[in-house]
């Protein structure tokens, strides 16, 4: 699934973000891939280091790796609320991902459908 995000909700982000230069990175390299969440985030991945194996679905798998942590009730709330600079630095205070990448992951979180993407996970738990 290819998610977009709009050059107005980029610039919503922006205004919400403003005090995280990495996050305005991040919204600045998903508005140089015409709004393209999946090329972006193999874009910032490249940056940060890791080694993108495919660029089909990578931001998904990748957000899927880190569920454990995303499904916590503490960031699901946070992220239910909308993404503020607060609930970025909770998620990269919990799993290895820079902001710069943590902004892709949690934009591709809630456009995607944040409890169909934790439903799976929290039936696992139970």
């Not at 393209?36 to 089909?56: R, W």
């Not at 880190?66 to 799993?95: A, N, Y």
């Amino acid at each position: 699934m290819s998610i977009t995000v709009t050059s107005e909700e980029i610039e919503q982000f922006r205004a919400i973000l403003g005090d995280y230069p990495d996050a305005l990175v991040a919204l600045d390299e998903i508005e140089v891939c015409d709004g393209d969440l999946e090329d972006a985030a193999i874009n910032l991945g490249i940056q940060v280091g890791q080694q993108p194996d495919t660029s089909d679905r990578w931001i998904e798998g990748l957000a899927k790796r880190w569920r454990h942590v995303i499904c916590q009730p503490e960031i699901k709330e946070k992220l239910e609320q909308g993404l503020t600079g607060d609930t970025l630095l909770s998620l990269t205070e919990h799993t290895t991902l820079p902001l710069k990448l943590a902004t892709p992951i949690a934009i591709y979180v809630v456009k995607a459908g944040l409890q169909n993407f934790c439903q799976s996970f929290e039936a696992k738990i139970r």
